[in-house]
Nanobody, 132 residues
Framework: QAQLEESGGGLVQIGGSLTLSCAAS????????IAWFRQGPGQDRKGLSC????????FYAERAEGRFTVSRDTAKNTVYLQMTSLRPEDTAVYYC?????????????????????????WGQGTQVTVSS
């Protein structure tokens, strides 16, 4: 059974850093892209970053460029999201999601457009709160 489990959320001060983890199991890593999303209070869930499971290629939404870094540990089947210079507006529930890459078009919908309906598996989310 496919499963994604996020961890690493918490309370952090403005300007601080936090690294989230997404442990994946139950599906073949090379066939899937894993993306990070977040959903702030009263907001839609929005894509942040994505990593291609086959070649490790990384993608960033504009809102994540410069402060967020996605990486992975293939031995642990875990994807990370390192966040720096955190701001109050980064407060949200952060989710990871996995979508099967069938072709370049699907990769585009997953990792550029972050189309939520294209992702087959979702984690439960981890809360990040940025406060003074």
């Amino acid at each position: 059974q496919a499963q994604l489990e996020e961890s690493g959320g918490g309370l952090v001060q403005i300007g601080g850093s936090l690294t989230l983890s997404c442990a994946a199991s139950g599906f073949r890593r090379d066939d899937y892209a894993i993306a990070w999303f977040r959903q702030g209070p009263g907001q839609d869930r929005k894509g942040l970053s994505c990593i291609n499971g086959k070649d490790g290629g990384t993608f960033y939404a504009e809102r994540a460029e410069g402060r967020f870094t996605v990486s992975r540990d293939t031995a642990k089947n875990t994807v990370y999201l390192q966040m720096t210079s955190l701001r109050p507006e980064d407060t949200a529930v952060y989710y990871c999601a996995a979508g099967r890459i069938r072709d370049n078009s699907k990769e585009f919908r997953l990792c550029i457009l972050y189309e939520k309906e294209e992702f087959e598996y979702w984690g439960q989310g981890t809360q990040v709160t940025v406060s003074s």
